[in-house]
């Protein structure tokens, strides 16, 4: 395969040879918490610019920076500078933030897993237009709890405003569920994670995400948060045209073991595994282009499946233009017949 790109100093046209190798589109993670060292809320330029290199050089090449459950102050500064990036980014060497995912304050205080329950709060539309209005209408995703007093409203008012809503840290019932996908809810944030159990009178909210052909589900495919059974059973259930990856990535990807911060809580990393102070699960470490390759191991899907989990659903989720047509930016990532990911291709620049 001979690859055309222009040389990122000039407009300037370098070939290169990739024998026998597959382009797959470069990679969308929509939930994304920190890498290298930086949590996204802190969200200095600095900060961003250096977890969007390191995405780069994973394979990704768009991303949402996801904010954590914090105080009203913390979670309103990285909103605003979040923005800020957003709308300043020239870089042809870092992926690109498509818009904000908050995950929080709006979940269940059952199902908040490492959230902070002082700062949950009760959803609704007012609130919702704060964090938009700060925002400056980059809000693209929010997880919230739909059984929860004020949710349903707030889902319609998301919906109004172009935002898609996701269901998770939830105890939903199967009518509280059908309910919110009945508002507007699109998709199912880090499924079986954060979610009541299936039980086979009462489905619950994972029943119903597992069984409606309509509604997009992520998953964290790091070998930590769900075991290969349930990403076969996920898989199987959504199909590969609603299934979507994920990282859940902290700030300690990248990094070597020990105590790390997300938003305002304290983890602690041990190799593939990320604990609170109580033991609970806090994020991954893991990279897209390793969940990309742990998806393979696990399922038997190919490469073509995989890539497409990381990349086409996730954009079609949130209503993005579409990867791979013409007048679309030149992102690709570039695998060898082995399947090994060789490069990325970002913006018409070979990285």
């Not at 395969?1 to 929509?30: K, N, W, Y």
């Not at 059984?147 to 019932?173: D, F, N, W, Y």
């Not at 259930?237 to 994920?246: F, H, M, P």
């Not at 899907?301 to 791979?324: K, W």
Request: glycine residues 8%.
């Amino acid at each position: 395969m001979r690859i055309s790109t222009r040389d990122s100093e000039a407009i300037t046209q370098v070939d290169h040879e990739f024998p026998d190798c597959t382009l797959t589109p470069g990679f969308l993670d929509i939930h994304f918490h920190g890498a290298a060292g930086y949590d996204v809320m802190e969200a200095r330029p600095e900060a961003l610019e250096t977890v969007a290199k390191y995405l780069a050089r994973a394979g990704v090449t768009k991303f949402l920076p996801t904010t954590v459950t914090a105080s009203l102050e913390a979670t309103s500064y990285a909103l605003e500078r979040m923005a800020n990036f957003i709308e300043s980014d020239t870089s042809t060497e870092a992926a690109q933030a498509v818009g904000i995912h908050i995950e929080g304050p709006f979940l269940s205080h059952t199902k908040r897993g490492m959230h902070p329950a002082e700062f949950l709060l009760t959803p609704s539309p007012e609130l919702l237009t704060r964090f938009w209005e700060i925002s400056r209408g980059h809000l693209k995703l929010m997880t919230i709890a739909p059984e929860i007093p004020g949710a349903l409203e707030t889902i319609a008012h998301a919906v109004s405003l172009g935002i898609r809503c996701s269901m998770g840290h939830s105890a939903a019932t199967r009518a509280e569920a059908i309910a919110a996908l009945e508002t507007g809810v699109v998709s199912a944030t880090h499924t079986f994670n954060a979610m009541s159990a299936y039980d086979h009178r009462e489905p619950g909210i994972l029943g119903v995400v597992l069984d409606r052909a309509d509604l997009y589900a992520d998953l964290i495919c790091d070998g930590v948060h769900v075991s290969p059974e349930a990403v076969r059973l996920w898989l199987r259930a959504k199909g590969s045209d609603r299934a979507i990856l994920i990282t859940d990535c902290l700030e300690a990807a990248g990094m070597p073991d020990g105590k790390y911060k997300l938003g305002q809580t304290v983890v602690h990393v041990a190799g593939e595994t990320c604990t609170t102070e109580d033991g609970v699960l806090a994020g991954s470490v893991i990279s897209l282009d390793r969940a990309v390759e742990n998806l393979q191991q696990m399922t038997g899907a190919g490469l073509p499946v995989a890539s497409r989990l990381a990349s086409i659903n996730p954009a079609r989720m949130l209503g993005l233009p579409e990867t791979l047509v013409p007048g679309a930016a030149a992102d690709f990532n570039i695998y060898d017949i082995q399947g090994r990911r060789l490069g990325t291709i970002l913006r018409g620049v070979l990285l």
